[in-house]
């Protein structure tokens, strides 16, 4: 089992942003974007957490909003999926199968708390 304690995720409107090259269009990671994926990676090294979990998981989400802005509590998840992949939580995020989220009460700043654990 992992567990993390991370800043709030960026929403999906801001992880992702469109570049023009020549004729076409890439879509990259915006800057909040690579933040985020940089303070991910950092907390699973300091956490000693990269399993690289390859089978079947259950991850609960438990984010902490730092206002009472309305948000939709789905925005943010891509973003953290990918981060904890990227970080080497697990190889890829198509191997979680529950995915639970819970909004919690405000936090000074907001945070994110993550549970990973394998299926047996």
């Known amino acids: 089992m ?4 991370l800043p709030y995720p960026p929403s999906v409107n801001s992880y992702w942003r469109s570049v023009r090259v020549g004729h076409t269009t890439k879509v ?8 985020f994926q940089a303070a991910v990676k950092e907390a699973v090294l300091i956490g ?10 259950v991850v609960d989400v438990y984010l902490y909003p730092a206002d009472a802005r309305k948000r939709d509590i789905d925005n943010c998840l891509k973003s953290l999926l990918d981060a904890l992949g990227k970080a080497g ?8 199968d529950v995915l ?7 936090f000074a700043g907001g945070k994110c708390e993550v549970v990973v654990k394998g299926i047996i």
Not at 2 to 5: C, F, G, K, S
Not at 28 to 35: D, F, H, Q, T, Y
Not at 48 to 57: D, I, P, S, T
């Open 2 to 5: 992992i567990e993390l304690t």
């Open 28 to 35: 990259l990671v915006s800057l909040p974007g690579r933040k």
């Open 48 to 57: 000693r957490c990269a399993k690289q979990y390859a089978g079947r998981l």
């Open 89 to 96: 939580v697990y190889i890829d995020d198509s191997q979680i």
């Open 100 to 106: 639970r989220v819970r909004r919690m009460q405000q």
